[in-house]
């Protein structure tokens, strides 16, 4: 979440979509609830079926899965064309206003430029800046863009001198060409940009990087265009390559019409939404703001991250990101999934998403020189660059992992990381599993067989492995995958995987820091301890780490080096406790230290007060730099119970810890007009104090703290360019700078805006025997979705007799007019078929599930809750069918961020 | 939090005289208030009543529905009913025809259990002294080890909520957790509700609370008939709704418009009371007569009920 979960109690404007907070986060969902109380806000809910959400809903509207880019494509047009726009937000805090390279293509067709057939990837020079200054037509238009600057600030200046003379202090600011950027680092000079190596090109993808999908890193590695110093721009926003016109141009294609052909939302219905919505930025008015809040509805797809990015666009056109009640806000489904993330549980990232080396990062330099971002800005603007600070994390980083190993001499042991020249991503692993690749996993924490798509896939996988080790409280599938429904007792006996059952201990039996979704990382107690034999999980990895380090010690190896100096200074090594292993992430001082500014000192051995103390020179030790500041010489910050809230935003600064440095609205400076003050006088949250010149306010600035708002210095600091991205520049996407609607993988329909390119053209899918995908021509013509119940938790409560009272066993949504049609009553049984396998349950028949006409065919949606499998109460009575009900979906996967196609795949559906 | 912490007895069942100790002491009613427009159906509150009153498991089955079970059970004493129901232009609602499948649908959730009423039906129809009680806070409270089994509660209730347990004999219902409220607390599943739709407090405090969230669906949501469930006909509840229409209760899982308690249980209380009490006294002296004529009867096995036999299973898992 760009805000969190008590910050939607300030918003205006709900907007909930490829979510269902009511039925996944229902603590959470106070908060809309409050909202409707105090505020009036208003929430629309856009999900395939009528949900728990939707019940609370001021207006619902019921979409086909998977075309939700054309819904929120179609907002967008709506809000160009009715001059919804947050006007000077969008000129100076967003690259509106900077010019696309010429050659660059928008995807009419359904191809961006640089598309290459052969290895279904782009080439991505022509999706890049502009280089060369300012472009803005002489005179007026210039006056135009920032007289509404000025007179936006004079106008809430209440004719002070002081805010007249500010406002006089920004525009000035662009009058003088400012040579060099102020932004820690020295901008390379534009005529000679630094050279990339191409390494991570060929891992294809991450969040900067794309390219071939699954090519290997072999050959002379291609050299990826680098993003330019001085972008060409013009705040005028007239010219026709600028991102703004791109924009519209765009998003043009999304009319009504084209919206409801997509998604089914009949246009009259649309239009009532896309009013309601942008309705906060009615007659130019900034002082209300409106929230986007999302799950896996939405990344659960083949183009799952430009539906994000999607609804980013719009929340930067309605200038809502950075405010008290706006914001992007991704509800993460499990209560330590967020942490999963920060501390490198994906494959291609470090704890604190720092990138992993890729073969051709020969030593540290060439690795931190290629993911080192410079900053890429008009040069009248300040871009504060904050990836700039990379090297310093990452030698901290390594002197975490390695101690004394890492130092100065040895390039601070770097040389111990591992370089993938191949994606691991879950449905990849498991590919390599199933073409005999990967011999071994160990499984904590997750059910390998129900969580993937294709379970089928996944078991068979399973067989093909040598061992596997599975950490559990529960009996589960993926321990038993050996006796899954379908194997015979003649083949039981020929699986020759080694299965290795370890109980754990449950969440309530151990303590440690869960991070959720606002980014809080919260501390908690342990209520009883594992029963039995189990153990805590850190033991089991502990043990098994000291059992290998000593076989690498007894019987060196072939690179020995990184198992044996490896930091393990735990007191008791067996046993390492979790409240060390926060100190050690939180990270400590190496060398006395002294902030030059404020004079404050540390001593060597201390814990760090934050990652604005980290260094390069290997005095620093941290495991992660976001949490950085979370485990201080004044005590654990992630276990403060402090329940003062002095603004009555919901900020709790003193409850717990929030990275990056315990703020608890990123971009922050964004809910500041030019002159740094805030949109809105009531939702203040920083603003610029000119006679302490700093920034200050209820919440951490998330901003350079003495830069004065003449610097101009762009909101959106983890950004090369300071200001928010509408236009996704070089290898940000590896399927396109703006977002295009493209239908899932298994589709009804040819897309409507270009059937020649219905789907991704850049989504990963596989051609392995059992990666099989199903047509409406061959029978497969409803579309199928997955989710999860609130009186289930995953794989789990299907083992609790309480949960399991709620919701007895499994089922299937069905329309009730699909039903009829079939002659199906509620509670008979239904079989769905998918090209992959067939799912039976009892049939729920609806009316929360209506048909649609898409592109005019009429079409029906059903769904089914995933929690049921062959291990648990209902299964273990007899009262299931005993199938994973991802047996049904599809080995098909987002080219970004490697998630599964869960929703809108094909099936069929007939009476079992 | 509320904290009231006396529990001061207004009424008894079947007692005859007045009730000890009655009026010396001041007490406020306590009245739970649940919004119907703000619940998302989450169930917490049927969990927190489960766990909280350690009741066993009961085995439920599929029913097309969400909803957990058709109604509530002498362990199951919150139940969400869920409901479809179609918005119309004029911001009412109405019921959907049978296989009418368009319409603006909506979803309505309402929590069903004991209405603590101000005239309780099941109090004036319970024969046996001291087996159901009523707090001057106005908690209507059932007292197993005074109940006698004969159910006439049941019947006395407009609402279909004391139900009997085959094995202890005994008739149980929500007792809006006379326990915690005596020592301060809030009933447990107001502590559970997450989006604060269940609240918890003086009776006036709740009605005005109520009101103004009507206020604000008639205003805001256009929701012209908002407005708060509190029946006169049984001189109010201390369980009050908000409803998106409530000149409909009835499509809120049957909830009557207004509650009556059997005539039965009212006008002819004084006159059948006495007579049921006799019959009861010469059905016992028959029974005697008929055991020392005949001698007693071979032992029979308890007629099967499944549902409750496999509970208890469920509850040793």
């Given at each position: 979440?760009?805000?969190?979960?008590?910050?939607?109690?300030?918003?205006?404007?709900?907007?909930?979509?490829g979510?269902?907070?009511?039925?996944?986060?229902?603590?959470?969902?106070?908060?809309?609830?409050?909202?409707?109380?105090?505020?009036?806000?208003?929430?629309?809910?856009?999900?395939?079926?009528?949900?728990?959400?939707?019940?609370?809903?001021?207006?619902?509207?019921?979409?086909?899965?998977?075309?939700?880019?054309?819904f929120?494509?179609?907002?967008?047009?709506?809000?160009?064309?009715?001059?919804?726009?947050?006007?000077?937000?969008?000129?100076?805090?967003?690259?509106?206003?900077?010019?696309?390279?010429?050659?660059?293509?928008?995807?009419e067709?359904?191809?961006?430029?640089?598309?290459?057939?052969?290895?279904?990837?782009?080439?991505?020079?022509?999706?890049?800046?502009?280089?060369?200054?300012?472009?803005?037509?002489?005179?007026?238009?210039?006056?135009?863009?920032?007289?509404?600057?000025?007179?936006?600030g004079?106008?809430?200046?209440?004719?002070?001198?002081?805010?007249?003379?500010?406002?006089?202090?920004?525009a000035?600011?662009?009058?003088?060409?400012?040579?060099?950027?102020?932004?820690?680092?020295?901008?390379?000079?534009?005529?000679?940009?630094?050279?990339?190596?191409?390494?991570?090109?060929?891992?294809?993808?991450?969040?900067?990087?794309?390219?071939p999908?699954?090519?290997?890193a072999?050959?002379?590695?291609?050299?990826?265009?680098?993003?330019?110093?001085?972008?060409?721009?013009?705040?005028?926003?007239?010219?026709?390559?600028?991102?703004?016109?791109?924009?519209?141009?765009?998003y043009?294609?999304?009319?009504?019409?084209?919206?409801?052909?997509?998604?089914?939302?009949?246009?009259?219905?649309?239009?009532?939404?896309?009013?309601?919505?942008?309705?906060?930025?009615?007659?130019?008015?900034?002082?209300?703001?409106?929230?986007?809040?999302?799950?896996?509805?939405?990344?659960?797809?083949?183009?799952?991250?430009?539906?994000?990015?999607?609804?980013?666009?719009?929340?930067?056109?309605?200038?809502?990101?950075?405010?008290?009640?706006?914001?992007?806000?991704?509800?993460?489904?499990?209560?330590?999934?967020?942490?999963?993330?920060?501390?490198g549980?994906?494959f291609?990232?470090?704890?604190?998403?720092?990138?992993?080396?890729?073969?051709?990062?020969?030593?540290?330099?060439?690795?931190?020189?290629?993911?080192?971002?410079?900053?890429?800005?008009?040069?009248?603007?300040?871009?504060f660059?904050?990836?700039?600070?990379?090297?310093?994390?990452?030698?901290?980083?390594?002197?975490?992992?390695?101690?004394?190993?890492?130092?100065?001499?040895?390039?601070?042991?770097?040389?111990?990381?591992?370089?993938?020249?191949?994606?691991?991503?879950?449905?990849?692993?498991?590919?390599?599993?199933?073409?005999?690749?990967?011999?071994?996993?160990?499984?904590?924490?997750?059910?390998?067989?129900?969580?993937?798509?294709?379970?089928?896939?996944?078991?068979?996988?399973?067989?093909?492995?040598?061992?596997?080790?599975?950490g559990?409280?529960?009996?589960?599938?993926?321990?038993?995958?050996?006796?899954?429904?379908?194997?015979?007792?003649?083949?039981?006996?020929?699986?020759?995987?080694t299965?290795?059952?370890?109980?754990?201990?449950?969440?309530?039996?151990?303590?440690?820091?869960?991070?959720?979704?606002?980014?809080?990382?919260?501390?908690?107690?342990?209520?009883?301890?594992?029963?039995?034999?189990?153990?805590?999980?850190?033991?089991?990895?502990?043990?098994?780490?000291?059992?290998?380090?000593?076989?690498?010690?007894?019987?060196?190896?072939?690179?020995?080096?990184?198992?044996?100096?490896?930091?393990?200074?735990?007191?008791?090594?067996?046993?390492?406790?979790?409240?060390?292993?926060a100190?050690?992430?939180?990270?400590?001082?190496?060398?006395?230290?002294?902030?030059?500014?404020?004079?404050?000192?540390?001593?060597?051995?201390?814990?760090?007060?934050?990652?604005?103390?980290?260094?390069?020179?290997?005095?620093?030790?941290?495991?992660?730099?976001?949490?950085?500041?979370?485990?201080?010489?004044?005590?654990?910050?992630?276990?403060?119970?402090?329940?003062?809230?002095?603004?009555?935003?919901?900020?709790?600064?003193?409850?717990?810890?929030?990275?990056?440095?315990?703020?608890?609205?990123?971009?922050?400076?964004?809910?500041?007009?030019?002159?740094?003050?805030?949109?809105d006088?009531?939702?203040?949250?920083?603003?610029?104090?000119?006679?302490?010149?700093?920034?200050?306010?209820?919440?951490?600035p998330?901003?350079?703290?003495?830069?004065?708002?003449?610097?101009?210095?762009?909101?959106?600091?983890?950004?090369?360019?300071g200001?928010?991205?509408?236009?996704?520049?070089?290898?940000?996407?590896?399927?396109?700078?703006?977002?295009?609607?493209?239908?899932?993988?298994?589709?009804?329909?040819?897309?409507?805006?270009?059937?020649?390119?219905?789907?991704n053209?850049?989504?990963?899918?596989?051609?392995?025997?059992?990666?099989?995908?199903?047509?409406?021509?061959?029978?497969?013509?409803?579309?199928?979705?997955?989710?999860?119940?609130?009186?289930?938790?995953?794989?789990?409560?299907?083992?609790?007799?309480?949960?399991?009272?709620?919701?007895?066993?499994?089922?299937?949504?069905?329309?009730?007019?699909?039903?009829?049609?079939?002659?199906?009553?509620?509670?008979?049984?239904?079989?769905?078929?998918?090209?992959?396998?067939h799912?039976?349950?009892?049939?729920?028949?609806?009316r929360?599930i209506?048909?649609?006409?898409?592109?005019?065919?009429?079409?029906?949606?059903i769904?089914?809750?995933?929690?049921?499998?062959?291990?648990?109460?209902?299964?273990?009575?007899?009262?299931?069918?005993?199938?994973?009900?991802?047996?049904?979906?599809?080995?098909?996967m987002?080219?970004?961020?490697?998630t599964?196609?869960?929703?809108?795949?094909?099936?069929?559906?007939?009476?079992? | 939090?509320?904290d009231?912490?006396?529990?001061?007895?207004?009424?008894?069942?079947?007692?005859?005289?007045?009730?000890p100790?009655?009026?010396v002491?001041?007490?406020?009613?306590?009245?739970?208030?649940?919004?119907?427009?703000?619940?998302?159906?989450?169930?917490?509150?049927?969990?927190?009543?489960?766990?909280?009153?350690?009741?066993?498991?009961?085995?439920?089955?599929?029913?097309?529905?969400?909803?957990?079970?058709?109604?509530?059970?002498?362990?199951?004493?919150?139940?969400?009913?869920?409901?479809?129901?179609?918005?119309?232009?004029?911001?009412?609602?109405?019921?959907?025809?049978?296989?009418?499948?368009?319409?603006?649908?909506?979803?309505?959730?309402?929590?069903?259990?004991?209405?603590?009423?101000s005239?309780?039906?099941?109090?004036?129809?319970?024969?046996?002294?001291?087996?159901?009680?009523?707090?001057?806070?106005?908690?209507?409270?059932?007292?197993?080890?005074?109940?006698?089994?004969?159910?006439?509660?049941?019947?006395g209730?407009?609402?279909?909520?004391?139900?009997?347990?085959?094995?202890?004999?005994?008739?149980?219902?929500?007792?809006?957790?006379?326990?915690?409220?005596?020592?301060?607390?809030?009933?447990?599943?107001?502590?559970?509700?997450?989006?604060?739709?269940?609240?918890?407090?003086?009776?006036?405090?709740?009605?005005e609370?109520?009101?103004?969230?009507a206020?604000?669906?008639?205003?805001?949501?256009?929701?012209?008939?908002?407005?708060?469930?509190?029946?006169?006909?049984?001189?109010?509840?201390?369980?009050?709704?908000?409803?998106?229409d409530?000149?409909?209760?009835?499509?809120?899982?049957?909830?009557?418009?207004?509650?009556?308690?059997?005539?039965?249980?009212?006008?002819?209380?004084?006159?059948?009371?006495?007579?049921?009490?006799?019959?009861?006294?010469?059905?016992?002296?028959?029974?005697?007569?008929?055991?020392?004529?005949?001698?007693?009867?071979?032992?029979?096995?308890?007629?099967?009920?499944?549902?409750?036999?496999?509970?208890?299973?469920r509850?040793?898992?």
């Amino acid at each position: 979440m760009t805000n969190g979960w008590i910050d939607i109690k300030n918003t205006d404007m709900m907007l909930v979509m490829g979510g269902n907070p009511a039925e996944n986060h229902p603590c959470g969902f106070k908060w809309p609830v409050e909202a409707k109380r105090h505020r009036n806000a208003k929430l629309i809910v856009v999900d395939p079926r009528f949900t728990r959400t939707a019940s609370n809903a001021d207006l619902f509207l019921q979409i086909r899965a998977g075309s939700d880019i054309a819904f929120l494509g179609g907002v967008v047009n709506y809000t160009l064309q009715n001059n919804r726009i947050a006007k000077d937000y969008l000129v100076h805090f967003t690259n509106a206003a900077f010019i696309v390279k010429e050659g660059f293509k928008l995807p009419e067709d359904g191809l961006f430029s640089g598309f290459d057939s052969k290895t279904q990837t782009y080439d991505k020079a022509t999706w890049n800046y502009e280089q060369g200054g300012n472009l803005t037509p002489k005179g007026a238009a210039i006056a135009a863009a920032l007289g509404g600057a000025a007179a936006a600030g004079q106008a809430s200046a209440n004719g002070t001198g002081a805010q007249q003379k500010a406002s006089e202090t920004v525009a000035s600011a662009f009058e003088h060409q400012k040579t060099a950027a102020k932004s820690g680092q020295p901008v390379a000079p534009s005529s000679n940009p630094p050279q990339q190596p191409g390494g991570h090109e060929a891992l294809g993808g991450g969040h900067q990087a794309a390219g071939p999908v699954g090519a290997k890193a072999t050959g002379a590695p291609k050299v990826p265009p680098l993003l330019p110093p001085n972008t060409a721009y013009d705040l005028s926003l007239q010219h026709p390559r600028c991102v703004y016109q791109l924009l519209k141009k765009q998003y043009s294609r999304y009319t009504p019409e084209m919206v409801e052909r997509i998604t089914g939302i009949p246009k009259d219905q649309f239009l009532k939404a896309a009013d309601l919505y942008t309705s906060i930025r009615k007659d130019g008015d900034m002082k209300k703001a409106g929230t986007i809040i999302y799950a896996v509805g939405w990344t659960q797809h083949t183009f799952g991250t430009q539906i994000i990015k999607t609804a980013a666009v719009l929340q930067l056109l309605l200038g809502n990101v950075g405010r008290a009640g706006g914001g992007v806000n991704a509800l993460r489904g499990h209560s330590n999934i967020q942490g999963a993330t920060d501390m490198g549980g994906v494959f291609d990232v470090h704890p604190g998403y720092l990138k992993i080396p890729a073969p051709t990062d020969t030593n540290l330099s060439i690795y931190l020189k290629r993911t080192t971002p410079t900053p890429s800005k008009p040069n009248e603007w300040d871009s504060f660059n904050y990836w700039s600070n990379t090297p310093k994390f990452m030698v901290s980083l390594l002197k975490a992992y390695y101690g004394d190993a890492a130092q100065k001499e040895s390039d601070f042991a770097y040389h111990y990381l591992p370089k993938i020249d191949r994606r691991y991503s879950w449905v990849e692993l498991f590919d390599r599993m199933y073409n005999g690749e990967v011999k071994g996993l160990f499984a904590f924490g997750m059910n390998a067989v129900m969580i993937g798509p294709n379970s089928r896939k996944n078991i068979d996988a399973l067989k093909k492995a040598d061992w596997l080790v599975v950490g559990e409280i529960y009996p589960d599938e993926t321990s038993e995958f050996w006796k899954s429904p379908g194997i015979s007792p003649e083949e039981m006996k020929n699986i020759k995987t080694t299965v290795y059952r370890l109980a754990c201990g449950g969440f309530a039996e151990k303590d440690g820091s869960m991070t959720n979704s606002a980014r809080w990382l919260q501390w908690k107690n342990i209520a009883l301890p594992p029963p039995g034999d189990a153990r805590l999980d850190q033991d089991i990895v502990a043990q098994i780490f000291l059992r290998i380090r000593d076989l690498y010690r007894k019987e060196g190896g072939k690179f020995p080096d990184p198992i044996l100096n490896l930091t393990w200074a735990y007191p008791d090594a067996q046993h390492p406790s979790l409240a060390e292993i926060a100190k050690e992430i939180n990270g400590k001082a190496l060398a006395d230290a002294t902030d030059p500014k404020t004079g404050q000192t540390i001593k060597a051995g201390q814990q760090l007060p934050g990652f604005a103390w980290l260094k390069e020179d290997g005095t620093t030790s941290c495991g992660n730099w976001l949490y950085s500041g979370s485990w201080t010489e004044a005590g654990a910050q992630m276990q403060r119970r402090g329940t003062e809230d002095p603004s009555g935003l919901g900020v709790y600064p003193n409850w717990a810890w929030s990275w990056p440095a315990n703020r608890r609205v990123m971009y922050n400076r964004a809910s500041c007009d030019l002159n740094g003050k805030p949109w809105d006088s009531d939702r203040a949250q920083v603003w610029w104090n000119e006679s302490g010149k700093k920034w200050v306010g209820n919440d951490v600035p998330d901003f350079k703290p003495d830069s004065p708002p003449s610097d101009h210095m762009g909101p959106f600091i983890m950004n090369p360019e300071g200001v928010g991205r509408i236009f996704g520049p070089l290898a940000a996407f590896a399927d396109g700078p703006f977002p295009e609607h493209y239908e899932p993988f298994e589709s009804p329909i040819k897309n409507p805006l270009h059937p020649q390119q219905s789907t991704n053209p850049v989504a990963k899918w596989f051609k392995g025997p059992l990666d099989k995908y199903g047509t409406p021509e061959q029978g497969f013509d409803v579309v199928c979705t997955t989710y999860r119940l609130t009186e289930h938790y995953h794989y789990w409560t299907k083992n609790n007799p309480m949960e399991v009272q709620l919701v007895p066993e499994p089922f299937v949504e069905v329309p009730a007019e699909l039903a009829d049609q079939m002659g199906i009553h509620g509670g008979e049984k239904v079989k769905v078929t998918s090209a992959r396998s067939h799912y039976i349950a009892k049939a729920m028949v609806t009316r929360r599930i209506k048909p649609m006409m898409i592109d005019g065919k009429k079409t029906y949606q059903i769904g089914i809750p995933i929690h049921w499998g062959y291990r648990g109460i209902a299964e273990d009575e007899g009262k299931t069918a005993l199938t994973p009900a991802n047996l049904l979906s599809p080995t098909t996967m987002d080219p970004n961020a490697y998630t599964p196609e869960f929703k809108g795949f094909l099936v069929k559906l007939e009476k079992a | 939090m509320f904290d009231e912490k006396t529990l001061q007895i207004r009424a008894i069942s079947a007692h005859s005289g007045s009730v000890p100790g009655k009026g010396v002491q001041r007490e406020v009613e306590v009245c739970k208030l649940m919004d119907t427009t703000t619940c998302i159906g989450c169930k917490a509150c049927e969990v927190a009543c489960v766990e909280w009153n350690d009741m066993p498991f009961r085995q439920t089955v599929f029913d097309n529905t969400y909803q957990t079970m058709p109604e509530t059970e002498w362990n199951f004493w919150q139940l969400i009913k869920f409901h479809e129901v179609q918005r119309q232009d004029d911001g009412g609602l109405a019921p959907f025809q049978k296989n009418q499948h368009d319409g603006n649908l909506m979803w309505i959730f309402r929590k069903d259990q004991c209405m603590h009423c101000s005239d309780p039906g099941c109090l004036r129809a319970c024969p046996a002294d001291g087996a159901i009680v009523q707090y001057e806070n106005g908690i209507v409270d059932f007292q197993q080890e005074n109940c006698i089994g004969c159910q006439l509660c049941v019947s006395g209730c407009p609402f279909n909520i004391p139900k009997f347990n085959q094995t202890t004999k005994k008739v149980y219902k929500c007792t809006l957790c006379s326990d915690r409220v005596g020592q301060g607390l809030e009933p447990a599943c107001i502590k559970s509700c997450p989006t604060g739709c269940l609240q918890f407090g003086t009776k006036q405090e709740m009605k005005e609370i109520a009101e103004k969230r009507a206020l604000q669906l008639r205003e805001q949501s256009g929701f012209k008939n908002a407005g708060v469930w509190d029946p006169s006909s049984i001189d109010g509840t201390h369980v009050i709704y908000v409803l998106h229409d409530a000149t409909q209760p009835e499509l809120y899982g049957g909830l009557p418009k207004e509650p009556r308690i059997p005539m039965v249980y009212t006008v002819w209380k004084y006159l059948l009371k006495p007579l049921s009490l006799f019959g009861v006294f010469m059905g016992a002296l028959g029974i005697f007569f008929h055991y020392v004529s005949y001698g007693p009867k071979p032992t029979l096995p308890e007629p099967p009920r499944a549902k409750e036999t496999k509970e208890d299973e469920r509850g040793n898992r």
